[in-house]
């Protein structure tokens, strides 16, 4: 065994059986998430059952909430071996995945998760998204697709646009530059402060998606939702650590790649008929009044923020080496593909 192979058996707590007089080896991979189980992390879960069912239980992914590593700091731990896989969102820390950012940027025209998985999948193929996250020794595995963002706060409700000036708000990547422009004041935080934030007063409002909104409680408290804001939503790769992928039996590495698929498969049924049935009876439930705004207002929104964050977003990452304009024009390209 090489010296490189000895390492990555140890990072991937490889323990050896015997079995009939031959060798066997038996795959355990850690698995970084955090918060609890909820319909964003049901990829990584069905991926794990999969992967276990294929392999007889010869490769298990332990899946750990929280014990490994705190979610901003997930791909440094992939990164250095800590663990073999993990779970991010891009907006956490853009400077070091400035290439999936490009699917952060507000009012792209998104319209389902469906589309959101084709769309991430082509993008982390791309050649100049593999050599950013090679930086990290990071392997882009599957997203984590979810649907537009809305804003669910305490306190008097903004009934226009013009009222959210001044208000705080927990609003992370391209989303946080759309609440800017029209004055409120976006605050970037993980997803498990926000609750705490909200309920101290340090916050007025949180960007989410409804089951991060559910599974955060930021419901118990809030008084008013919007239901039409749409301003964008965030990419949460599943990424794995490059060597042990590298290093995996072939029957193991089999395994795992033909199962993404139907993790995503899963991931989307479940979120799409069970996750967002329950989010209208919750907020009935709760008393959250629903905010809705004009297409006139939101028309002037998206033509306010949508095209200067791109610019931004283009001029920014360009100065970093980055060919931007070629990913931008590669988002756009694929979400006009995969328009449904």
């Excluded at 000036?165 to 970037?188: D, F, H, N, Q, Y």
Aim: proline share 5%; with cysteine.
């Amino acid at each position: 065994m090489t010296v490189r192979s000895w390492k990555t058996a140890v990072l991937a707590g490889i323990a050896f059986t015997f079995i009939g007089g031959e060798v066997a080896s038996a795959t355990e991979w850690n698995v970084s998430l955090w918060g609890k189980r909820r319909a964003f992390t049901e990829n990584t879960e069905k991926l794990a059952e999969l992967v276990k069912e294929k392999t007889n239980g010869e490769f298990t992914l332990n899946i750990s909430y929280g014990g490994l590593s705190k979610n901003r700091e997930n791909l440094d731990g992939i990164s250095i071996g800590a663990f073999e896989m993990a779970q991010f969102c891009a907006g956490y820390h853009e400077d070091k995945n400035p290439s999936i950012t490009v699917l952060e940027l507000p009012f792209l025209g998104v319209t389902s998760l469906e589309q959101e998985r084709k769309i991430s999948m082509a993008l982390y193929d791309h050649p100049a998204v593999k050599e950013d996250l090679a930086r990290w020794n990071a392997t882009l595995l599957m997203p984590s697709p979810m649907p537009q963002y809305n804003i669910i706060g305490m306190g008097e409700a903004p009934r226009s646009l013009p009222e959210f000036e001044g208000l705080t708000v927990r609003a992370t990547g391209g989303i946080g530059k759309a609440m800017e422009a029209i004055g409120a004041v976006p605050t970037s935080m993980s997803a498990t402060e926000v609750r705490q934030a909200l309920d101290s007063g340090v916050i007025k409002a949180a960007s989410f998606a409804p089951h991060a909104h559910m599974s955060f409680g930021t419901t118990e408290n809030a008084d008013w939702w919007t239901t039409n804001l749409n301003p964008g939503t965030v990419n949460c790769p599943v990424v794995v650590n490059t060597d042990a992928l590298n290093d995996l039996p072939e029957a193991h590495r089999e395994a795992l790649m033909s199962s993404v698929g139907e993790a995503l498969d899963y991931y989307v049924d479940n979120y799409e008929n069970k996750t967002m049935k329950r989010w209208g009876p919750l907020l009935d439930e709760k008393g959250i009044e629903r905010i809705t705004y004009s297409e006139e207002a939101l028309n002037a929104f998206r033509e306010k923020v949508a095209g200067p964050a791109a610019q931004d977003w283009i001029e920014k990452n360009k100065a970093k080496g980055l060919p931007a304009q070629e990913l931008y024009d590669f988002a756009r390209e694929k979400i006009e593909e995969y328009a449904e």
